[in-house]
Every structure is written in structure tokens, then in C-alpha cells.
């Protein structure tokens, strides 16, 4: 099955050929299947609705080839173009909508594609139909364009052009065109014109002109440039001379030709050449000549461009002739004879000229590596250099040098390129910590600086490293290669500094110590023996962080017998119960328990032997018993504890309250109502254990010999042990046997911890060698060397390695380049070569060989050894380049001779002259013109050198600058902890000038060594801020209770020069700077004791019962509080309280027989609340029953009021102020602590224990102790200063150099402040300034004639100056000074060609100079870097005659930097007589022409609508029509104009036809009449309303005539009798209510 497909464009035929049968030619299907795409829309006239076919879809079949179906969308459409149902249109006329088609096959599409080409510009749409239009709305953001592109179906073999048909199968056609974009456009822009120039003729009509000139060229189908010229006529009032000729003769000169050689013919053969004088377009002359010289510099040029480059071993130069054309013109443009312009001999026609060479440059270098090696964030590219050097200098107006430097974009996207490395900072450990620093200079001499502690400093040392790649393992812990800070500028430097800590000796607070405990064993769990222990207690209140010492002990011990750990503790539940009877013997019941010694209940076998009974035998008192009370509590032991003489006792009473009867029991007697025991038997002896400080952490393993250390200092140390002694202590006596002491409370002697690994010293790598000199140097210069250092990181400790010793090393840089010597050898001159003599014979003028002309002489380089070298070489390492040409002449006979030139006369010194003479010889001295010593000078004289000179200091002192501090050791090893000195003896620096004795400034060295002035200056030291010492602690601040005492330190002298500054000032400026520390007054020192009471003393009569109503007494004493029981302290009664002064004596009962008896009263019980209502009760109970009934017994429950302060208190608790922060006495800042006291205070505001308050059920909630921190006068630290800056000039009066340092740590409280003097500045030598100065451009010159071509020059001087040429003008001097004059000359462009107009010519005035940089902006932001500027030439014409020989108004445009945004918006003046000046301004305030949008200009003349036709009317500034002095505008109902009408009373002598006359032409009133009718009543307005006062007196005429009315209705009413009430007032009410205005 095959085929064979043959296809066929319009240029060739492709075959295709399928071994397996035959299809339809593709080319067929191709050719029917392929018209173009098209919509049928097509109505029928006599109906609305039509079919509308959509284009035809792609070629689909399951097979590739003629199976193929193509399809397409049919619908309905209406006329209008909205799509209905099929049925509203015809159905035979419906279009098909599918097609057989060929399908291409998948490898078809490798034969064929689609060639397309970059877009197109983006241009307007009008352009490609070449029209503008007028712009009729203004465009605001930007305008719509085309862009266009090239698509062409290519075939993939050879890329040729096919139909597109055939692509189009494959593909859809890609778009030949898009929409876009532009600016808006941009119109031409011009200047204000200038003004009027003087008329072109002093008589008769002339011409006058003025010129404006382009700012902004158009753009983007602006309007373009009008005309940049107006020309009008003018006359003078003198008219021109008759029989004068009209015309003006002028003598005008051509351009110099091209310099040429003369033909080999005319140098062999002295043959003719021949000048061509005719006049051509450009008005130059030519010469008929070969260009034998031309193809060698061809030739030249093409072995130029080979690889292998012939560098120059010398150059010499080729002199020849160039020629000018001249003539004589008249002032209509036309050519004249010679003679009309010449009156003496006419000027030079030829001159010997050097012949031009262009510039000439070697091959280009290797490119250069690319500056970007790495794949950076910013995206930036990189760049690459290559260059050439300069091999022929241009000579004589040859083609300028090309660029020798080529810079070219490299690895733009970098994507192949590595990361760049990343630099960070990295921090060797912290140094010790330091408290010295933080001492001012009083302290230092107070303190003794070996036992500082607490708050302190220490330091880092900080360096930059390259972050390494995450990819790259680290398994060490080893400090990166060091490299340059400056690389890590751009991240913030770590902290160098920070506040630390030096451990101080533990101190801790404790409580008061608790009672003694009873006896008990030391391990109740397991008791053993009969000897225990008692102990007391004190708890640890606050304790500091330090390891340091040790803390005190908290347990103390008294040895004891038969000691307990269980009680039976019995507890009785109610009273006696007698037995048998209301009285006698009975029993009492009681509860017995076993409990612990801190009372908890345990069980009962936990206590030693049988429990007591739970009955007691007891004895309820009979009516005739004797009554006793119940013992009193126990009286304070006497002794703390039992001695050898001494032992404790205490005591208890009863007393008799009722006495037996006849048959009673009778009562004790009275030693049995008191009873003695011992109390304390404890010994006077107190054990305790002290423990000593924890010794070192012993590593347990360095204990077996295994002792392991890791090398980069890994924390992977082993588990070590601390050890103290713990001994049992006896108070003031010593270490005793453990024994002595409570073994359970035995602090620990051993604990775990963690020992301190050893460490290795850790240093960075070496950094890399610092970079040699890259230049060549000197022969004899000092060796350079190079260095590198590295840095510790890491200090060794604890048996580590040590550190090395060398952290900086230095070497000499081990070859440098010696800079070449080179040297310009000069050739000989060589004759003097002047113009040929053909050439001088083809040309008017002398044909003399003789006159000016041009010598040369060749210049070779040589090298130190005399051996030729390359030019190159001497251009780069010779100096200048000699002087090649020289003028010379060839004696003519009519010249004039002279003598050689003697020799100088000697200098008589600085400041004098030498001379030299020559004279005139032959038949010169006859010769006029050859005396003429202004032609032919015959004395020369130069001023002597001197060597003089004068020191001239110059500026100010620098600052005084301190010697930079040597340090000991390495400079980049471990940081040494030094205070860089801020004062003393330092130099200050002060320019000096050299000048010469001409007054030029010379080298500073040739009057001083160093160029400075230097002078020995001295900084003061800082002072401190001093205080005064410590003054005496102030009494406590509460009287009673807790309170704060204080002391404090005065200002003794204030800070001064930066010294440590005081602390906060009070308003006095007094330092206010005190301690404060808890204290306790005790609200009363002493208190009342009282005795126990006597028996109570019955006054009896007679034989009668001593019972009833008695009297007894007991002894009170004022004692210290707190005395022992055993002394007498007994002070004054008058030191204690009074108001709480207990009873003497007081009234007692003694119950007779029978009678009822009870107990005493009981205590008060506490008031629920000193609420208004509450009471408070007291009881008492019955202990014997009365004998009869008719006795009863008294009262047993008793109640009073509660009252605040007298009955009833309320208590709370009352805090101190806290004290300042303590420290330890060592310590100056860190951690400390403060404290502050509790007190109970009563509601009447006395203070109590605190016992009362935890009675009433009040929780104390605060802390009396707390962590503190006093600030660390923390020191500001500066950086070491950075070297020497270059100067800032490197010439000139203004150059200083700089040095700075960084604040590393600012200043806290009261440490050291920052120096303001982070910088610090000192003058450079003050150095000659030499440039070379270009002068001005000269006027146009002609040489011989008055207009034509000329040139004008410039000049370049070598001028010396101070740095700042507009403040000191520059002197010339020598041009050796500046460098090479040739390379200046090549360099600049000395010498332009002008043109000097003759009268009558039509020409173009000079360039103007350029305009502002302005940029294109949407909405006054630009979307480009570069802005244009322009410039123009403007067409002046001076004769109309020579109009049509005009040249046009040109102008140029450049791209410039840093342009502006413009605007453009109309302005417009005052109107004046309905006419006003419209104009466009600039943003930037310059008027300007084009730039505004036309359509929108304002309108400059004023007109009324519609126009003011009415007499005596005319058009009024406000657009609307008014009439004119003397008449009224009466206005129609809609606003307008309807007609004037005179003011009555108002220029009544003026008549008018209002007929004829409009009113405008009228004679003018005097100032009186106008004065009147300025003040005349006009009714209505100009706008043709009646005006508000026309309304106001209309209503107070109207008030007025109904006030008159009802006046005369009051006076005309007749007068009734005065009895009858007088009638109201109605018809003046009715009259009033008619007014509605009213």
C-alpha cells in the first residue's frame, strides 16, 4: 500500500513518495481543502434572519489521510446580531457544516513550521495609513500602537519559504500583529522668543529677527518644530544716500583643504600640479593627486587587524600642503572680481601642514576573569574587562582614539555558578569575670580589690569568618579561617560585653529560734537506750546562689534522760460526780489517749507501760466545807537550764474561797496551797553540727587512673563527688564526739556533682597571607612584607593543652616587580619643508622658494640598556612624549637678518633678572619694518630660579591626639584586659604651606619634613563624681514596731571631664545615696510583773465568822521586758504603760459557811464583731451547793457591750517599707536581698504581738524577704580606633584624614558615659593642586579675510591651585607640572572649524546650549532611566534675495542621566478690555511654546451671549451685559438685558437719541458729576434683580403710613367719661392682622 504525494508552491516542487499504493494527490486536497476561513453572513432583503457559519474547525479522523472530517458552528442570526432559533431562518439555504478534508499525519509536522520573527516597535495606528489626525481629546495615560512581526511557513531541512497554507494544517497561523502601548504624544517644545534684534541696516528698510530654540523634540506623533526664526521689516527715519552702490563687497575665504603629499612626479621632476579654484557645493578646493600614500595606510590598517600585531619602535611624522579658496562676494550672494575686495596683498592660499594619522591600537587582551565566580541573592551580573593600549598617537585632526577599556556583562543568571560564601560573625568564649572595672577611682583606693565579688564584667573578642556549606559535616569544634571585618559589615557585631557574676561568701537569713522540744529519742522509729535528745529550731529565710562558705546551722542539741516519743495524754470530760449524796466523794471521767510529740494520736501501744485510769477519785465540798480553787498555771522557769549551782524552778498557788463550817471540812494549810519543782534541768550545754565548705568536684573516675579528656572541649565529662567535714559542735567550746549529737539531723558529708572537664586551648586556622604589592616598585625600595595571624577561641583550663605561643606571623613577600626604566631617544630635525613649488606656482601670491613652513624629527624609545624597544613602552613608562614639529622658515630676500641670541646675564639673586641680546645685520638696519622691535624683539629677559621659600602654617589645630597604646604580646592573641588611656600628653597636627617666591604653593617637604606643624597638647583626665563617706545609721523611723533605719553619703565633688557621673541629684543637686535597713523598736522596752495575790483579809467584829466582803493586795514591779525569771529587774514605775497599770488591791469574797460558792470569773470571751449591738460574756461555775434553800447562788453568766476600743479590738497586720537592696561587703552590684518587717497592730493603733492576730483567724500572706538586684555601673567601651584614612584630597588645602572607633558597650548607671569623640580628624599636607585649565572658545578667526571659514581655539594651561578653584584662582606655571601637554591636546578638542557670515548671507546661528534633562512621565512618575535633552540651530536671514539659498533649522538630541518630570498646563493674565494673554508654562516655571493641549486653551477674547445690542449697553467683565454710568439695567424675568434707562437726578444736561445714539460716544462729565454718579441709586442690579435696599423701603414706608393712620384714628376719637372702661382697641388689632408681611 502505497503512495506518492507531490506538492507544489510557488517557488519549487516537493515530493513525497509511500512505497505501499497510492492516494490522491495531496497537493489537490491541499488546494480545495485549504480557502481561506471566512464567517457566510449573507441576509436576504425580504427577510430579518440569516444563517451565520463559524470557521472551520481542525482536520479529525481516526486515520490519517482523506477520512478526515472537518466541522463547523451554524446558527441563526437577526439583522442586528443577536442569535435566535434555528426555525426563524430558511432551512434550504442552511449552510453545511461538515467536510471531507485531508488529515495530516504526525510526521508531517517534522517537515514544516512556523518561522517567526521578533516583535516590532510599538507604532501608531495612524502610521501605517499615513495620516494625522488632529487629536481632539486630551490623552491621559497612553495611546493605542501596532506591533508587527514576520510569519512565514519554512520547511525544517533547509529553512526555505513555503506556502502557509501548509503550516496551517499542521497549526493555527500565529498573530502578524498585536496591539499595544505608547506614551502619549509628545509635542515639539520651544522656548519664549528672544527679543527683536537691531535692524540688519543703519538706513533705508532692513530686516530684524528673533530666535527661540527647542526644548523637547516630538515624539510618539507629537506635532513637530515650527519655525525657530520670525522675521519682520524695519525702516529708519534716515534714508540711504542716493548714487551709493546697494551692494557690500566682502573678501571671503574658504576651508583649508585636507593636508596632502605632493605627487612623486612634482618631488622628482618639479612637474605641475594643478588647484582646482572652482566653486563647489561645499565650497572646497581639490587637488588632482594619486593615493599612493592612502593604500598604504590601508594596507597598514588591515595588517593592524591580524592576530600578530607589529608594535612601532618608532614614529616620524610627514609634512605636506593643504590650500583654501577666496574670493570676493557681494551681499546678494553673488561672486565679484578680487580686486573690489582686496586693497593690499591678498591672503595665503596654501601652507605646509603636518600630515593627519589616525589613531592606531593594538590587538585586545584575553578577557579578564569574571568579577561575579559565585551565585549571589541580588541577581546582579557580573562583569568581565579586556583592553589595548595605544600604538600611534593621533596626529593633526586624525581619528580619534577608540575606547582602550571594554567592559562586558558575564554570568548574568548564574545559575551554574556556586553560592557565594556567606560571611558571619563568630565570638571566642567569654574572658573572666572582672568587678574591677566597674570601680571608680575613690573606690579603688578604698577597696581591697583582691576580695571583690558579685556583680561584674566580662569580655569577647569577635571576628569574621566564611560560613561554611550546610552540605559539609562539622564534627570539631574548630574555629573558621579568619578573614577581612569588612565582609561581615553588613551584619550586626555580637556583643562584645556582657554582666556577670564572681561568687561571694554564702549569706543567708534565719528566724528566731523555737522552743526547746521535749526529751525524745533520735529515731523514734527505732529507739534505743535511755538518753535522748532535745532540740529547737530556726528555719532558713533567705539564702544567696553562691557556693561560697558555708551556711549556719539551723539545729541545735541538749543530751537528756528517759527520753520519749509518745505521751498518754488524758483529757476529762465534765465535773465531779459524787458518789453517793449531792456532796462528798465522787468521781471523775477522762479520756486517755497515746499521742506523738507533736501531738498527733497514735495507738496505744505506741506509749511505755499501763495508761492511767479513766476514773479519778474526787471530792465534791459540802455547804460547811472549805472551799479551795484551782491551782494557777505554772510561773516562768527561773533559769534556762541547770548548772552546777543553779537550777530552774517555777511555782503554782490555790487560794481558799470559802471557810469551813462547824462540822465542815476545814481548809489546808498554807503551805499547801503552793507548790515548787525543778524546770530546765537540761545543762547549760548546746551541741550542734557544723559542716565546712564543699570541697572541689573529684571526677570518680580520675579516682581508678582512667582519666579521660576530649581535645575540642566536649561536655561528655564523667559524674563526680563533693566531700565536707560535718563535726558535732559543742557551743563555745569545740568538736565533740558525734555522739553528743542527733544523729538524724546529720547533714550530708557526700553529694554528686560535676566536675570540670579539661579543655583545650582552641585557635583558629592562620588567616590567609595579606596580599603583596600588586604594582612594580622601585629598585631600591624596602622589601614588602606580608602577615597573618589567628585568634584563641578557646582558653585551656583544668590540665588542658596549652596554647601556642605564635599568633601572628610575618614574612617577606618573596618576589616583587621592579618598575622597567624607558627612555625617548630624539632623532635629528629635518629640513625645513615648505609648500611645493607647483602648487605655489598654480596659485596667486609669491612664488619665491622661501617663507614658513614645517620641520619634523623622529622619536624611538629605548630601554635602560640603550637596546630599541617598543613605543608602548615609553608611552606608559617615559614621561611625555618630545615634541615631533616645530615651525621654521626658509630666509627670504626681502627677510629681515639677525644675529644669534648671546648668552644669559648672571642672576644677581632671588627676585632679579637675566637678559640676552641680539641685533640686526646687513641691509636690515636700513630695512623699516625690521625695527620695529615688536616684530623683531632684540632684548629677551627671563626671571632668575630661586629656591626660596616661605612656610606658611595654614587652617586650624587638629584635635589633640593621644599616642596609640602599645600592647604586650600578640596583637591578635587572647584579649589582654587593659583600660585604653583617655588623657594625658598628646600632639596636635597643623598644616603648613610652602610657597615659592612667584607665590605658587609648592611641595610641603621643601620646608618641612613632615608638612605639619606639631606641638605638644595635653587632654585633662576624667574626674569622678566623689561622695562623702558612709554617715552614722539614723534611729529607726516607727517608734514602735517595725521601721527602716537609714544612712547615707553626700556630694563632694561633681564629675568633670567625663568622669563616672553622680547619681540622681535631689533639688538642692545633692547626690542622694543612703542604705536602709529593718529595725524593731519595741513599743514598750519595759512591762508591769505582778506577784500573786494575798489571802484575802476580812475586817472581822467580834466573835463573827471571818467570812463576807474582804481585801486583798499583791506587789506589781515595772521590769525590763525579756529579763531572765531569776533577776530582779526592777526599773522606775514610770517607764511602763500607766494606762495598762494592773490593780494593787482589790475586793475579794470569802464564802461563809453555807453559802453558795463558785468559781472566779472566767475571761471574756472575744466580741463576734465591734458591731453596734454585740456583747461579749463571761461565766463562772458552782462548786458548792448554799446549806439551805433560802440561800441562792449569785449570777453565773455576765455580759457587757462590745465597744471599739474599750471592749473590743480589731487587729491587722501592718507591713514596713522594704530596705534597700544588701549586698555582700565585698560586692558593689549583682544579686542581693531586702527585707521588710510585720507587725500586729490593734484597731486604737498600738502594737501587739503577733499571736493576737493569728487568735483572730488573720493569715499572714506576704513575703518579708526578697531576691534583689542592684545595677552594675556598667562602663561604656569603646572599639581600638581604626588606622589612618587616605586624604580625603590627595592635593589641595581641604584634604583631611579620619580615623573612628564603635561604641562596643554603652554606659549603665553610673559607669563610665561614651566619649563624644568617636572621630577624630587631622589635617593632610598641604599639597600643590596642578590641572590643566581649558580656556573658553575663542571668537570666530579669519586669517586675511572678513568672513568665510575660520577656526575657533581653545588653550590648555597648566595652572596651580589650592583644591578649590573658585575660592583661590589658579597661577600658571610650568607645564611639566601637569603631565604630558601632547596626550592633554589629543584628548580635548583644541580647534573646531566656524563659519564668519558675510552681509547678505543667509545662515545659522550657533548651537544653543543644551536644555534640562527631562524624562517621559505618566502622571508625574517616569518609566525610564534615561531622559533627552535637545539643542537647536536657528535660520537667519539677512537679505530676502538670498532667501532661497536659506540652509534649514536643524536640531539634535541626546540621552542624559538624571532628568526631571515636566508638566504643562495654560496660564492666563487679567482680563483688560475683554482680552487677555494665554499662555503655556512648565512645571519648573519657564513659558514655553507646545507642550499644552491645544484644544483646551483658554480663550483670550470675551464675548456676551447673546450680544449686548441695547443702547447706551456693553459687554461687562463678567460675561453678561450691563449698562454703562448714568443708567439703570432693567432686566427681563429671565436675567437678561431689556433695556437702560437713565438714573433720575443724574447728568439731567445729557440727551440722547436712544434711536441713533447707543451712548457710547459721549462727552466726558467733570469730576463732580462723576463723583455723583458713582453714589447714584441704581434699583437693579447688573444681573437685572431689584435689589434688597428697593425691598427694605418699601416696607418702612408701608409701617409708616399704618403707624400715621392709626395715629390719627387715637387723636380724632372724642373723650368719654373716665367711669366706663375704655373700648378696645379692635380696628387697630383688625388693621395689624391685615398685614401679612406684618
Not at 266 to 289: H, M, Q
Not at 997 to 1015: I, R
Not at 1106 to 1124: F, Y
Given at each position: ?1352 581655539r581653545r588653550n590648555l594651561t597648566c595652572v596651580v591651585h589650592w583644591g578649590d578653584v573658585h575660592e583661590t584662582p589658579p597661577q ?87 532628568g526631571k518630570c515636566h508638566s504643562y498646563q495654560w496660564r492666563s493674565g487679567g482680563w483688560s478690555n475683554n482680552e487677555r494673554v ?128 392709626a395715629l390719627s384714628f387715637l387723636v380724632c376719637q372724642p373723650i368719654k367719661p373716665s367711669k366706663t372702661s375704655p373700648p378696645p ?14
Amino acid at each position: 500500500m502505497g503512495w506518492t504525494m507531490i506538492l507544489k508552491d510557488d517557488s519549487e516542487a516537493i515530493a513525497w513518495t509511500r512505497h505501499a499504493g497510492s492516494y490522491l494527490s495531496l497537493f489537490l486536497l491541499l488546494s480545495i481543502l485549504s480557502s481561506p476561513a471566512r464567517l457566510d453572513f449573507v441576509f436576504p432583503k425580504d427577510q430579518h434572519f440569516a444563517w451565520k457559519a463559524g470557521h472551520w474547525g481542525q482536520c479529525v479522523g481516526e486515520d490519517c489521510g482523506s477520512s478526515g472530517v472537518q466541522t463547523r458552528t451554524i446558527w441563526c442570526v437577526h439583522e442586528e446580531g443577536w442569535t435566535t432559533h434555528h426555525s426563524h431562518c430558511q432551512h434550504a439555504d442552511k449552510p453545511g457544516s461538515q467536510r471531507p478534508c485531508f488529515k495530516v499525519c504526525n510526521w508531517h509536522q517534522n517537515l514544516f513550521e512556523w518561522d517567526v520573527s521578533e516583535w516590532s516597535d510599538c507604532v501608531l495606528v495612524p502610521f501605517y495609513s499615513n495620516e494625522l489626525k488632529l487629536r481632539t481629546s486630551e490623552c491621559v495615560t497612553a495611546q493605542h500602537g501596532v506591533q508587527r512581526r514576520r510569519v512565514l511557513c519554512v520547511r525544517t531541512a533547509n529553512r526555505t519559504t513555503v506556502t502557509s497554507r501548509i503550516c496551517e494544517f499542521f497549526s493555527q497561523k500565529p498573530p502578524v500583529e498585536q496591539a499595544c502601548l505608547i506614551p502619549c504624544p509628545q509635542d515639539c517644545v520651544l522656548s519664549d522668543f528672544t527679543s527683536w534684534s537691531s535692524c540688519s541696516k543703519t538706513c533705508g528698510a532692513g530686516l530684524q529677527h528673533r530666535t527661540r530654540h527647542v526644548l523637547t523634540t516630538q515624539m510618539y506623533g507629537g506635532m513637530h518644530c515650527p519655525n525657530l526664526t520670525e522675521t519682520r521689516t524695519c525702516s529708519n527715519p534716515v534714508d540711504c544716500p542716493t548714487g551709493e552702490d546697494k551692494h557690500q563687497y566682502s573678501l571671503k575665504v574658504g576651508a583649508w583643504s585636507e593636508c596632502r603629499m605632493p605627487h612623486h612626479k612634482d618631488v622628482l621632476l618639479s612637474g605641475r600640479t594643478t588647484v582646482d579654484f572652482s566653486i563647489s557645493a561645499n565650497e572646497s578646493n581639490t587637488v588632482i593627486s594619486h593615493t599612493h600614500h592612502q593604500n598604504q595606510h590601508h594596507r597598514h590598517l588591515q595588517h593592524h587587524n591580524n592576530s600578530h600585531y607589529y608594535y612601532p619602535m618608532s614614529w616620524e611624522l610627514e609634512v605636506g600642503y593643504q590650500t583654501r579658496q577666496v574670493r570676493c562676494t557681494r551681499s546678494d550672494g553673488k561672486n565679484a572680481m578680487l580686486s573690489l575686495c582686496t586693497k593690499e596683498a591678498p591672503p595665503l592660499t596654501f601652507q605646509s601642514c603636518v600630515m593627519s594619522r589616525n589613531c592606531q591600537t593594538s590587538d585586545w587582551s584575553s578577557w579578564s576573569p569574571c568579577s561575579k565566580t559565585c551565585r549571589s541573592i541580588d541577581l546582579s551580573p557580573g562583569y568581565r574587562i579586556r583592553s589595548r593600549i595605544m600604538t600611534q598617537i593621533p596626529v593633526r585632526g586624525g581619528k580619534q582614539c577608540p575606547a582602550l577599556e571594554e567592559k562586558q556583562a558575564c554570568n548574568i543568571m548564574g545559575d551554574l555558578l556556586l553560592k557565594c560564601p556567606r560571611y558571619a560573625w563568630r565570638t571566642t568564649d567569654w574572658g573572666d569575670c572582672r568587678v574591677l572595672p566597674l570601680l571608680s577611682q575613690q573606690d579603688k583606693r578604698l577597696i581591697n580589690i583582691s576580695i571583690l565579688c558579685g556583680g561584674g564584667i566580662q569580655t569577647r573578642k569577635t571576628y569574621c569568618v566564611q560560613v561554611p556549606d550546610d552540605l559539609v559535616p562539622h564534627h570539631r569544634r574548630e574555629g573558621s579561617r579568619p578573614v577581612s571585618s569588612r565582609l561581615c559589615d553588613a551584619e550586626d557585631q555580637p556583643l562584645v560585653v556582657q554582666l556577670c557574676s564572681v561568687p561571694c561568701q554564702q549569706h543567708c537569713l534565719v528566724s528566731p529560734w523555737s522552743p526547746w522540744g521535749a526529751c525524745e529519742h533520735d529515731n523514734c522509729d527505732e529507739p534505743e537506750g535511755k538518753k535522748g535528745f532535745k532540740q529547737r529550731r530556726r528555719e532558713l529565710l533567705w539564702e544567696s546562689n553562691s557556693t561560697l562558705g558555708t551556711s549556719p546551722h539551723l539545729t541545735e542539741f541538749i543530751p537528756c534522760e528517759n527520753p520519749t516519743c509518745y505521751l498518754w495524754q488524758v483529757q476529762r470530760h465534765g465535773g465531779c460526780v459524787p458518789t453517793k449524796s449531792s456532796c462528798g466523794p465522787g468521781t471523775v471521767v477522762s479520756n486517755v489517749t497515746c499521742v506523738s510529740i507533736t501531738g498527733e494520736s497514735v495507738s496505744n501501744a505506741h506509749c511505755d507501760g499501763d495508761p492511767p485510769p479513766t476514773e479519778e477519785a474526787c471530792e465534791v465540798a459540802c455547804s460547811a466545807d472549805c472551799v479551795v480553787g484551782s491551782w494557777s498555771s505554772w510561773s516562768s522557769c527561773s533559769h534556762s537550764c541547770a548548772s552546777k549551782t543553779s537550777e530552774g524552778r517555777q511555782s503554782r498557788s490555790r487560794s481558799v474561797l470559802a471557810i469551813p463550817g462547824k462540822e465542815g471540812k476545814v481548809c489546808p494549810a498554807g503551805p499547801a496551797l503552793e507548790e515548787w519543782r525543778t524546770c530546765n534541768e537540761h545543762p547549760c550545754t548546746v551541741f550542734y553540727w557544723e559542716a565546712s565548705a564543699w570541697g572541689p568536684c573529684i571526677d570518680e573516675d580520675s579516682l581508678d587512673g582512667n582519666e579521660s579528656s576530649s581535645w575540642n572541649g566536649t561536655w561528655g565529662c564523667s559524674a563526680g563527688v563533693q566531700t565536707r567535714k560535718v563535726n558535732c559542735v559543742k557551743m563555745a567550746a569545740g568538736p565533740v564526739p558525734s555522739k553528743r549529737c542527733s544523729d538524724s539531723s546529720r547533714p550530708e558529708s557526700v553529694r554528686p556533682c560535676s566536675p570540670p572537664c579539661q579543655k583545650d586551648c582552641i585557635v583558629t586556622p592562620f588567616s590567609e597571607w595579606t596580599a603583596c604589592p600588586t604594582t612594580c616598585l622601585p629598585e631600591n625600595s624596602t622589601t614588602a612584607t606580608q602577615s597573618r595571624y589567628r585568634t584563641i577561641i578557646q582558653k585551656s583550663a583544668n590540665g588542658g593543652q596549652e596554647c601556642p605561643d605564635t599568633l601572628h606571623e610575618e614574612r617577606e613577600c618573596e618576589s616583587h616587580r621592579v618598575c622597567p626604566e624607558y627612555r625617548w631617544r630624539l632623532h635629528k630635525w629635518h629640513s625645513c619643508t615648505l609648500v611645493p613649488d607647483s602648487v605655489r606656482r598654480g596659485s596667486s601670491g609669491p612664488t619665491e622658494t622661501c617663507g614658513n613652513g614645517l620641520e619634523t624629527r623622529g622619536v624611538s624609545c629605548v630601554g635602560e640598556s640603550g637596546e630599541p624597544a617598543n613605543v608602548t613602552d615609553c608611552l606608559q613608562w617615559a614621561g611625555p612624549l618630545p615634541s615631533q614639529i616645530q615651525q621654521c622658515r626658509v630666509p627670504c630676500r626681502d627677510d629681515c637678518t639677525l644675529a644669534a641670541w648671546s648668552r644669559f646675564s648672571e642672576c644677581s639673586g632671588c627676585g632679579s633678572f637675566m637678559s640676552r641680546r641680539r641685533s640686526l645685520t646687513g641691509r636690515s638696519k636700513k630695512k623699516d619694518h625690521c625695527l620695529n622691535e615688536k616684530l623683531h624683539p632684540l632684548e629677551e629677559t627671563l626671571a632668575c630660579p630661586c629656591d626660596t621659600f616661605l612656610s606658611q602654617p595654614y587652617g586650624n589645630w587638629s584635635a589633640c591626639i593621644l599616642p596609640h597604646p602599645t600592647v604586650i604580646g600578640s596583637l591578635h592573641g587572647w584579649m589582654s584586659h587593659r583600660e585604653v588611656k583617655e588623657c594625658g600628653q598628646g600632639l596636635r597636627y597643623r598644616a603648613v604651606a610652602c610657597i615659592n617666591q612667584q607665590g605658587h604653593l609648592v611641595d610641603p617637604t621643601l620646608c618641612t619634613e613632615s608638612g605639619y606643624m606639631v606641638e605638644v597638647c595635653h587632654i585633662p583626665c576624667p574626674l569622678d563624681c566623689k561622695l562623702s563617706d558612709w554617715s552614722s545609721w539614723s534611729g529607726c523611723s516607727a517608734t514602735c514596731g517595725g521601721g527602716l533605719k537609714t544612712r547615707s553619703k553626700w556630694l563632694r565633688e561633681k564629675a568633670f571631664n567625663g568622669g563616672r557621673p553622680c547619681p540622681k541629684l535631689d533639688l538642692k543637686n545633692q547626690a542622694q545615696v543612703y542604705e536602709a535597713l529593718p529595725c524593731y523598736s519595741e513599743c514598750n522596752n519595759y512591762e508591769w510583773k505582778m506577784e500573786p495575790w494575798s489571802i484575802c483579809t476580812i475586817n472581822t467584829v467580834d466573835d463573827l465568822p471571818a467570812c463576807g466582803e474582804g481585801v486583798q493586795s499583791r506587789k506589781i514591779r515595772c521590769v525590763r521586758r525579756g529579763a531572765p525569771s531569776g533577776e530582779d529587774g526592777a526599773v522606775e514605775d514610770s517607764l511602763c504603760d500607766q494606762d495598762e497599770m494592773p490593780a494593787r488591791a482589790q475586793v475579794c469574797y470569802l464564802a461563809c459557811p453555807d453559802d453558795c460558792v463558785t468559781t472566779p470569773w472566767g475571761a471574756w470571751s472575744n466580741c463576734p464583731a465591734c458591731d453596734q449591738g454585740a456583747s461579749r460574756n463571761r461565766s463562772r461555775s458552782v462548786v458548792r451547793l448554799p446549806g439551805s434553800d433560802s440561800t441562792a447562788c449569785p449570777q453565773l453568766l455576765q455580759s457587757e457591750l462590745c465597744i471599739l476600743n474599750s471592749t473590743c479590738f480589731t487587729y491587722e497586720y501592718k507591713l514596713s517599707d522594704w530596705s534597700t537592696c544588701t549586698l555582700s561587703e565585698n560586692a558593689i552590684c549583682g544579686q542581693g536581698f531586702r527585707l521588710r518587717l510585720l507587725d500586729c497592730v490593734r484597731s486604737d493603733g498600738k502594737i501587739v504581738p503577733q499571736e493576737r492576730c493569728e487568735e483572730h483567724g488573720l493569715i499572714n500572706k506576704w513575703r518579708l524577704s526578697e531576691s534583689c538586684a542592684v545595677q552594675c555601673p556598667v562602663s561604656c567601651i569603646l572599639s581600638d580606633w581604626s588606622p589612618w584614612a587616605d586624604c580625603s584630597d590627595t592635593c589641595g588645602s581641604r584634604g583631611h584624614s579620619v580615623r573612628t572607633r564603635r561604641i562596643r558597650q554603652e554606659a549603665h548607671d553610673e559607669g563610665f558615659p561614651c566619649s563624644n569623640q568617636l572621630t577624630q580628624t587631622k589635617p593632610c599636607p598641604i599639597r600643590p593642586c596642578y590641572m590643566w585649565l581649558l580656556s573658553d572658545w575663542s571668537p570666530c578667526a579669519i586669517e586675511g579675510a572678513e568672513c568665510g571659514e575660520g577656526y575657533r581655539r581653545r588653550n590648555l594651561t597648566c595652572v596651580v591651585h589650592w583644591g578649590d578653584v573658585h575660592e583661590t584662582p589658579p597661577q600658571q606655571v610650568t607645564e611639566e607640572l601637569c603631565g604630558d601637554a601632547l596626550m592633554q591636546h589629543i584628548q580635548q578638542d583644541m580647534e573646531q572649524p566656524c563659519f564668519l557670515p558675510c552681509p547678505g548671507d543667509c545662515h545659522l546661528t550657533e548651537w544653543s546650549s543644551w536644555s534640562s534633562c527631562q524624562l517621559t512621565c505618566l502622571e508625574g512618575r517616569s518609566f525610564e532611566t534615561t531622559g533627552r535633552r535637545a539643542r537647536s540651530r536657528a535660520v537667519i536671514i539677512q537679505v530676502m534675495e538670498n532667501q532661497g539659498s536659506c540652509p534649514q533649522q536643524v536640531f539634535e538630541t541626546q540621552p542624559c542621566k538624571g532628568g526631571k518630570c515636566h508638566s504643562y498646563q495654560w496660564r492666563s493674565g487679567g482680563w483688560s478690555n475683554n482680552e487677555r494673554v494665554v499662555w503655556c508654562q512648565r512645571s519648573d516655571g519657564v513659558n514655553v511654546t507646545g507642550g499644552c493641549f491645544q484644544q483646551s486653551r483658554p480663550t483670550t477674547l470675551r464675548r456676551c451671549h447673546p450680544p449686548c445690542t441695547k443702547p447706551f449697553s456693553h459687554c461687562t467683565p463678567s460675561g453678561v451685559c450691563g449698562c454703562e454710568k448714568g443708567y439703570t439695567e432693567v432686566m427681563t424675568t429671565h436675567g437678561f438685558l431689556d433695556y437702560c434707562t437713565r438714573t433720575p437726578g443724574v447728568d439731567s444736561n445729557k440727551k440722547a437719541n436712544v434711536k441713533t445714539n447707543s451712548g457710547r460716544v459721549k462727552p466726558g462729565p467733570s469730576p463732580t458729576r462723576d463723583l455723583f454718579n458713582e453714589w447714584s441709586f441704581r434699583p437693579v442690579g447688573p444681573d437685572g434683580r431689584v435689589k434688597l435696599w428697593v425691598y427694605a423701603v418699601v416696607i418702612v414706608g408701608f409701617i409708616l403710613i399704618l403707624f400715621i393712620i392709626a395715629l390719627s384714628f387715637l387723636v380724632c376719637q372724642p373723650i368719654k367719661p373716665s367711669k366706663t372702661s375704655p373700648p378696645p382697641q379692635k380696628p387697630l388689632t383688625l388693621a395689624y392682622d391685615g398685614d401679612v408681611d406684618m
